[in-house]
């Protein structure tokens, strides 16, 4: 038979050393370049001191496991990080490089960037679009999923515009490009993805500064741990000095400290979440949106587009020519001059009551209305918040809202003139003489009542609508949809002066808009919300949050979204800091073991990871 003491101390911490050097080679070696880097108080010199220390005491087993569970705790937190980053590299692999080039009667494959806008490029089934435009020849189906996280088909034909990052399902289609590639939505979400990481929350600074000062401040009362006590007892108490028992205690108390599970799983959170809301199609282009996003209180929307479809159609024509058959008949102005010289006025918009007006004196949309083609109109001026000033036919036309006419309009009666219908009212001058009124009206999203009593639902306490529209317009479209406050009749600055006036009670406001001219407002917000496949480049730079697929219900989905994000960071940060906080008074008494000590590191880190992961699920 073997003596008893043939596996001595050594013997045991050379049979140890082989699985400690294959589990802790990596920490051992990051913990060594910290050093060298003079950046060596971060968690794998922590790992690495505890784990050799016990060794050093004959403790091997437990410095084993302190290294085999801390690299267990790594891999769950890889798996977590390689699932959110799932999320990303789909959003990631959304842009095509390449592009087959219509040239007459061949078809060249180029590289997406050096195609101009204009050219025609083909798309054949199960090719990702690369570049933004106009199908101009065949029909087929697209998936929009990876843009916008709905999984419907979108039925596309001749004429219809179509996004960079969706798939071609079924027939080849020809597009006539409206965009560069660098300028196409694909690339553009690019932009906002590689952006989000820069952008911190303040949970997320907070975590980064606390674990710059914490680790030098636990090393510095592990040493003291280690050798105060035993000197008080050897010099003061004349108990023996003890020092191995306080090296274990101090060297327990390390592991205990390390701050693995509040370093890793906040910005983890953060992370996650901002992956989960990239799949649904919502881009959150930071944490501290997120975080922002999380507190909104009120949300306010503008119309059209927004809410609304923004599908204008003229419902009426209100010539005076009736009214003042007392005139001569060369400043009378039947229904049909009216449309003519408006729609002459709005000649080079891209607005959509601009377009409806475009549209019904051609018949696009009235073919009972149709009459010749529309004027160049000369001299055009847009007057921001008013409307179009332009020459035609050699005559001054205004065409915009009241503020317009009082300006351009001789002696212009507000009370008499004014419109009694229900709509947006475009009002009409020629050459100072007030000539009638266009009515124009929209219709409200499918979705937009459902959107505002989600919103309710998830916390928010007020909606309102801001409008450049009259205040019967909004009047009615708040009354269908459950909105709580109206402004109408604002210019763009008085959109930014309402949401301040709201800010300054002590909200925390969102403005959800999509036109170039909500631009300011969207920035001003605490949270700006652009409406991503319609909006303006404008208001998607200047915003905090894009929806891609246009739907406001999508706004509910994202402060959600948001709420469950900060409940999981704050979750991780009591749980981490309060077990912690416990067992190392427990370790630095005495009480608390290396294994209790290993389950308030990496225990808790794999609790607090896989509590981080909640935040990818989306509902």
Request: aromatic content about 8%; glycine content about 8%; hydrophobic content about 45%.
């Amino acid at each position: 038979m073997l003596p008893e003491d043939f596996l001595n101390p050594w013997i045991e911490r050379l049979i140890f050393l082989v699985p400690y050097v294959l589990i802790a080679y990596d920490i051992i070696m990051k913990s060594v370049k910290g050093i060298a880097k003079g950046q060596f108080l971060d968690e794998n010199f922590l790992m690495a001191v505890a784990s050799l220390g016990a060794f050093a005491l004959g403790e091997c087993m437990e410095g084993v496991a302190v290294v085999l569970f801390y690299q267990i705790g790594e891999l769950f937190e890889s798996y977590a990080i390689g699932k959110s980053r799932k999320n990303i590299s789909e959003l990631m692999d959304i842009t095509e490089d390449v592009a087959y080039l219509v040239d007459g009667d061949e078809v060249v494959q180029v590289d997406s960037d050096e195609v101009e806008i204009g050219s025609i490029i083909e798309v054949k089934p199960g090719d990702k679009v690369p570049i933004d435009g106009e199908i101009v020849e065949g029909s087929s189906v697209l998936d929009s999923a990876a843009l916008t996280g709905e999984s419907k088909p979108i039925d596309v034909t001749v004429g219809d515009s179509v996004l960079s990052g969706t798939i071609n399902m079924s027939s080849v289609i020809r597009i006539k490009t409206t965009a560069e590639f660098g300028e196409s939505t694909a690339s553009k979400i690019m932009e906002l993805v590689e952006s989000a990481s820069s952008n911190k929350a303040h949970s997320e600074n907070f975590i980064s500064k606390f674990a710059r000062y914490y680790t030098p401040i636990v090393c510095g009362l592990a040493l003291i741990l280690a050798i105060v006590p035993p000197l008080v007892s050897g010099l003061i108490l004349h108990d023996g000095y003890t020092f191995s028992t306080w090296i274990y205690r101090a060297l327990t108390f390390l592991v205990i400290s390390c701050p693995c599970a509040l370093v890793i799983s906040i910005p983890l959170s953060f992370f996650a979440g901002i992956g989960g809301a990239s799949s649904k199609g919502v881009m959150i282009k930071g944490s501290n949106y997120l975080e922002e996003l999380s507190k909104v209180e009120t949300v306010f929307f503008d119309k059209t587009g927004t809410l609304t479809k923004g599908n204008f159609t003229v419902t009426n024509v209100n010539s005076k020519m009736d009214s003042d058959a007392g005139k001569s008949e060369d400043t009378q102005y039947n229904e049909y001059d009216l449309l003519k010289y408006a729609s002459s006025a709005e000649y080079y918009t891209n607005h959509p009551i601009g377009l409806s007006l475009v549209n019904a004196y051609t018949g696009k949309n009235n073919p009972d209305m149709a009459t010749k083609e529309i004027i160049k109109p000369d001299n055009v001026e847009q007057i921001s918040g008013q409307g179009i000033v332009a020459m035609i036919e050699g005559k001054e036309v205004a065409v915009g809202n009241i503020l317009l006419m009082k300006n351009k309009c001789n002696a212009f009666n507000e009370e008499a003139n004014k419109a009694t219908e229900i709509g947006t009212i475009v009002y009409v001058s020629i050459d100072g003489t007030f000539a009638g009124y266009i009515v124009i009206n929209d219709e409200i999203k499918e979705d937009s009542a459902d959107a505002i009593a989600a919103l309710y639902d998830c916390g928010v306490k007020d909606t309102g609508i801001l409008t450049g529209d009259n205040e019967d317009v909004a009047g009615d479209i708040a009354a269908k949809i459950g909105l709580t406050k109206v402004r109408a009749k604002l210019l763009p600055q008085d959109k930014v002066k309402a949401v301040e006036d709201e800010i300054n009670t002590g909200a925390k406001v969102a403005f959800v808009g999509d036109g170039i001219n909500d631009a300011p407002v969207i920035m001003r917000a605490d949270v700006g919300i652009a409406m991503g496949a319609l909006g303006s480049d404008a208001a998607i730079e200047a915003s905090d949050v894009v929806l891609m697929d246009d739907n406001p219900k999508k706004v509910s989905l994202a402060i959600r979204l948001a709420k469950k994000c900060m409940k999981i960071v704050y979750e991780n940060i009591y749980f981490s800091i309060g077990i912690k906080v416990l067992v190392m008074i427990l370790g630095a008494i005495g009480i608390a073991t290396m294994w209790m000590a290993i389950f308030a590191d990496v225990g808790v880190m794999i609790l607090a990871v896989l509590n981080a992961i909640r935040c990818l699920r989306v509902k």
